[in-house]
């Protein structure tokens, strides 16, 4: 693991793993890189960073950095009535809200609860300014840097101590952290800018010592059924920790004791723990190495700071639980679906077959209808063929015998042994000797004269059915 701290005048970088610290360095930063917390350069803090990794030799691009806590704030709040598994960050947020100034334009918002209590459930809620986090991951992800973890620096520095109770204090060259550690949790991280150079030994040790009775009081006063006891210890860390006058005159103004800090990771002799405890907490982030602190079901913090804007794309848990199951659906039905294709293929298939036989009938049926009137008139031919030669005979007769009597024939039809003829007479008396005649000549049956007005009738229709031949 590779962790980052930085500050507005200083960035330390450590490698680490298998629990133990493998390579550490650090660079005094030019001023003007950080104005009140962000970024104001981010092209040369991004070398800054990358520069310090090449002369160290540490090589990577996934790191956990630190985040100031100047302007940041946290606060652990009881959401009532609602089990652990009932939590949202709505919930917790309305609580927070009554208890700290958020924007959430302005601040980037994390949550985790850490303990079960009567009539609910304490949250810690930390709050950090959006420029400040901004400026400083995309400054890095300039030089090809992924901060994968985010942390604020006083909850590293509490993991990087250890201890169920203790008072942290974090001394740098533009800010101080003081931390209060109680039941495991990190209770109170207050940070604050300070201007050191034009102070004394003295005056240093009595600001400092001031702003740590006043956290302490805080802490107090908000937990007056737990307060914190004069044995508790107090560790001293930071890039000034190395400063013993400094360290002997705040020993002699508070009346807490003053331990080394001895983290719970193998550390080389000449590494200096007490300065680098910001990056030791980074690298203890997520890690077994760290001693389940705290009663009851309190939890130490180890909540990731990074906003999710940041973060690649990661299934949540019920995401992952319906895909499982739309995958073990899809197994199950699987085989339905082979049957159904094959069924759908089979149909699509004789479906086709179909279509073909109905446009071959349709094509069949076209052809036969086109061929009805040849076939009528070869039917008619063959009719004429099997009657002879007697056809013209039966003209001869009818016209023979119209033209004896004076009769005008208009048509003469033939269909098959009848013949139908259209004539007319001079008078009915000629018209019947017509049909008469027609009758005698052996040819006919009786002739059929017209219904209406006979035997008076004298033109009209006659219908005639040739004799059977013997």
């Given amino acids: 693991m590779i962790t980052l701290e930085i500050s507005s005048t200083e960035i330390r970088i450590m490698e680490t793993g298998a629990g133990k610290v493998i ?21 040369a803090f991004g070398t800054a960073v990358k520069q310090l990794m090449n002369s160290s030799g540490i090589r990577g691009k996934d790191i956990t950095a630190s985040v100031s806590g100047l302007y940041s704030v946290s606060r652990i709040v009881m959401v009532p009535n609602l089990p652990e598994t009932a939590l949202t960050q709505a919930a917790v947020l309305e609580e927070a809200r009554q208890l700290m100034p958020l924007s959430e334009d302005e601040m980037y918002l994390s949550w985790q609860p850490i303990a079960a209590v009567d009539g609910g459930h304490q949250a810690l809620v930390v709050a950090v300014p959006r420029d400040v986090v901004d400026s400083e991951v995309q400054a890095l992800r300039a030089v090809g840097l992924n901060p994968r973890v985010l942390d604020l620096k006083g909850m590293a520095l509490a993991r990087a101590v250890n201890r169920e109770q203790a008072l942290i204090l974090n001394i740098e060259a533009a800010s101080f952290d003081i931390v209060v550690v109680a039941a495991g949790i990190t209770a109170v991280i207050r940070t604050t800018a300070w201007q050191p150079q034009g102070l004394s030994p003295e005056d240093r040790a009595e600001h400092l010592s001031v702003a740590l009775d006043l956290t302490v009081g805080f802490y107090n006063s908000h937990n007056p059924g737990l307060p914190l006891e004069l044995t508790i210890p107090l560790f001293i860390t930071g890039e000034m920790s190395g400063d013993l006058s400094l360290v002997e005159k705040l020993q002699t103004r508070v009346g807490y004791p003053i331990q080394p800090l001895v983290p719970p990771l193998e550390c080389p002799p000449d590494l200096p723990v007490s300065q680098s405890a910001v990056n030791i907490g980074l690298a ?32 949540s ?26 069924a759908a293929g089979k149909a699509a298939t004789l479906e086709a077959r179909y279509k073909i036989l109905n446009n071959e009938l349709a094509r069949r049926q076209a052809g036969l ?20 030669g007697g056809f013209a005979d ?18 003469i039809t033939h269909t098959g042994a009848t013949i139908t003829v259209t004539c007319q007479a001079d008078s009915y008396i000629a018209f019947r000797d017509y049909l008469a005649a027609l009758e005698e000549s052996g040819r006919f049956s009786s002739p059929i004269p017209p219904p209406e007005g006979y035997p008076y009738v004298k033109s009209g229709t006659i219908k005639l059915e040739r004799r059977a031949a013997k």
């Fill in 394 to 411: 039966d003209l001869e007769v009818i016209y023979r015998r119209a033209e004896e009597l004076k009769i005008k024939v208009g048509s």
């Fill in 284 to 315: 203890l982030k997520g890690s077994a190495s760290t001693k389940s602190l705290g009663q009851s079901s309190s939890s130490a913090p180890d909540m990731n700071l990074l906003p999710q804007i940041y973060r690649p794309w990661q299934p």
């Fill in 23 to 43: 390579k550490w360095a650090s660079r005094s930063l030019e001023p003007g890189m950080f104005e009140e917390g962000v970024v104001s350069n981010p092209q």
């Fill in 317 to 342: 848990a019920r995401q992952l639980y319906l895909t499982v199951a739309i995958l073990a659906v899809i197994a199950l039905l699987f085989p339905l679906y082979q049957v159904t294709a094959t």
């Fill in 369 to 388: 209808k086109s061929r009805e009137p040849l076939q009528k008139s070869i039917d008619q031919y063959r009719t004429i063929v099997n009657m002879g």
